[in-house]
């Protein structure tokens, strides 16, 4: 496998400890974000993952706010989830009266059901970092939501061939739409006891249940720590964790089983739109083909865009392709004033406009 990448994308030092693996997110402050009133204007906090529909609204996940927001063109944004206050409660009814608790990844269907992450319940018992376990959440195009999985969270007797949702017990999940339309879930459910490998982490939701996805086998080489592959034009993507003989990496197997790999230094995220698949790259945001990565916005021309400080950093992260082929990313913006961010439109014509930005002075660090 290559470690190279022809063209090497610039690569951002001095800042770099400060960002998040997946995505460049501010430190939440402890004070629940207060409810805004129906005249209030609406505004995104710490926004980290976007989702897109059939009809291209754009969804944000803040979990600044503790909401699910929709930008409502051409620069106005309004609550679709979400009280303001960190909870998780409102099943069976109006998802903007329900509480919810630090929404993560999203992903809507082509009939309007939006499918998000956040916290559960249950705690993890220390030293294994006592995080909340996480629970998916739906919201169907009529607006009520409901809690489909981790609502009872249990750690199952093991070997199994599949798990009940409302029982499993997991810890973060990236949601994805399979080939088939069903909802993909990347995540290890516990199996056994906490220590264990657990069952996953490529699974889909059917029917109230975890099963293995069998209908796209994953490769060999992609099997351990790589997560849920990504299908492009003749080739599947994988985000690979350190572990299991594999460094952290961006993984492309080629459907005649040969494959590349391409180091990652800040974690990798993907979208897709229209066959084509896009990644967060090492902080840039690059087309991922069968032979390379091609460089759509690095770090160094979106300063450069913004009329930005070259001695700013910036992370790019949280990218969604609506379907006309504009890419909607997330992108925090580091510098000796705090931490700043933004959320921006690449058109089809390789233009960057600027939907929203943050005040230019908040928290001096991005998580």
């Known amino acids: 496998m290559?470690?190279?990448?022809?063209?090497?994308?610039?690569?951002?030092?001095?800042?770099?400890?400060?960002?998040?693996?997946?995505?460049?997110?501010?430190?939440?402050?402890?004070?629940?974000?207060?409810?805004?009133?129906?005249?209030?204007?609406v505004t995104p906090d710490q926004p980290i993952a976007l989702a897109i529909?059939?009809?291209?609204?754009?969804?944000?996940?803040?979990?600044?706010?503790?909401?699910?927001?929709?930008?409502?063109?051409?620069?106005?944004?309004?609550?679709?989830?979400?009280?303001?206050?960190?909870?998780?409660?409102?099943?069976?009814g109006p998802a903007d009266r329900a509480e919810v608790d630090g929404p993560g990844s999203l992903v809507v269907t082509p009939n309007g059901t939006l499918y998000f992450t956040q916290a559960g319940r249950y705690r993890a018992?220390?030293?294994?970092?006592?995080?909340?376990?996480?629970?998916?959440?739906?919201?169907t195009?009529?607006?009520?939501?409901?809690?489909?999985?981790?609502?009872?969270?249990?750690?199952?007797?093991?070997?199994?061939?599949s798990v009940a949702a409302g029982s499993a017990l997991f810890y973060g999940a990236s949601l994805s739409l399979s080939p088939s339309g069903a909802l993909a879930v990347d995540a290890r459910i516990c199996v056994g006891n906490l220590t264990d490998q657990g069952f996953g982490p490529n699974l889909l939701?059917?029917?109230?249940?975890?099963?293995?996805?069998?209908?796209?086998?994953?490769?060999?080489?992609?099997?351990?720590?790589?997560?849920?592959?990504?299908?492009?034009?003749?080739?599947?993507?994988f985000g690979c964790m350190s572990g299991g003989g594999h460094p952290n990496e961006l993984l492309v197997v080629r459907d005649d089983g040969s494959s590349v790999a391409y180091p990652v230094y800040r974690g990798v995220d993907f979208a897709v739109g229209d066959g084509e698949v896009v990644a967060?790259?090492?902080?840039?945001?690059?087309?991922?083909?069968a032979s390379r990565l091609v460089p759509l916005v690095t770090s160094q021309r979106l300063l450069s865009e913004l009329h930005l400080s070259t001695q700013a950093g910036a992370d790019i992260?949280?990218?969604?392709?609506?379907?006309?082929?504009?890419?909607y990313f997330v992108a925090s913006i580091i510098s000796l004033a705090g931490c700043q961010d933004r959320l921006l439109q690449l058109t089809t014509g390789g233009t960057v406009h600027q939907i929203w930005a943050s005040s230019a002075s908040r928290d001096n660090t991005c998580s």
């Not at 009529?142 to 093991?158: E, F, K, Y």
């Not at 109230?208 to 099997?223: C, E, L, T």
């Not at 967060?280 to 083909?289: A, H, K, M, P």
């Open 280 to 289: 967060t790259y090492d902080g840039n945001l690059v087309r991922v083909t």
């Open 2 to 41: 290559s470690n190279g990448l022809a063209g090497r994308l610039p690569v951002l030092v001095g800042t770099i400890v400060l960002c998040s693996l997946f995505v460049a997110v501010p430190v939440a402050g402890s004070t629940p974000t207060a409810r805004l009133t129906s005249t209030s204007k």
């Open 205 to 237: 939701l059917k029917s109230g249940r975890f099963v293995k996805d069998a209908s796209d086998p994953v490769p060999a080489v992609a099997s351990v720590n790589c997560g849920s592959g990504t299908p492009g034009r003749g080739f599947h993507a």
């Open 317 to 327: 992260g949280g990218a969604a392709v609506g379907g006309n082929g504009d890419i």
């Open 125 to 139: 018992p220390e030293p294994s970092g006592g995080m909340l376990s996480t629970v998916i959440r739906e919201i």
């Open 141 to 161: 195009p009529a607006g009520t939501i409901r809690t489909i999985a981790g609502l009872r969270p249990s750690c199952q007797s093991g070997p199994v061939r």
């Open 53 to 92: 529909s059939r009809e291209d609204p754009l969804y944000i996940a803040d979990r600044g706010r503790d909401e699910i927001l929709k930008w409502v063109p051409p620069g106005s944004f309004r609550v679709l989830a979400g009280t303001g206050v960190a909870g998780l409660s409102g099943d069976g």
